[in-house]
């Protein structure tokens, strides 16, 4: 019943971005921020592989990874908006993703510092990427609030599907973690 409840919820709360991510619906910039980490493959693999690996890890480390990405991210988009280019971004993104799903394969508990600067590092490529890609006419504010909204609840996401599933089902999230390493590594190929 709660699992049912948080999908419902999330559901409602990434509508607005998929009723109002085309063009022409105001610039405020909110849409096309929800819109960007959900229709991304990498970023969305990249954002829920966190919130899986978080709901895996114990104590600190269950709100800090999330925490740290969001915040690195934003850091990242206002890098971004102001033109910084990273040598080698694209790659470092694809990176994330078969670096994150491995993570959530092997269900990885390392330090927390060292978990933190992995995530931190990750989440600067995607969030100078996504202030790289701000559509013109839109306000950066709104934009970043969208992508920082919906990094959230991916992350949410991927954590309430560890949380909320039973203990028998952790080899699927592994699975999962694995589905989206071959993923990153099917990015860096290309």
Known sequence: MNLRKTLFSLALFLSPALAFAHPGHGDSGLAAGLAHPV????????????????????????????????????LGGLLGFEGLQLPFMETGIAASVLALGL????????????????????????????????????????????FIAATAALHGAGYAVVRLLPQAAAPLVRLAGLASAGTGAWLLAG
């Open 39 to 74: 229709f991304g493959l990498d970023h969305l693999l990249a954002m829920l592989a966190v919130g899986l690996w978080a709901a895996q890890q114990q104590g600190a480390a269950r709100w800090a990874l999330p925490s740290a990405f969001v915040a690195s991210m934003l």
């Open 103 to 146: 993570l959530v394969a092997l269900a990885v508990r390392p330090p927390l510092v060292l978990a933190l600067m992995v995530t931190a590092l990750f989440a600067s490529a995607h969030g100078v990427a996504h202030g790289l890609e701000l559509p013109a006419l839109t306000s950066p504010w709104g934009y970043a609030a969208g």
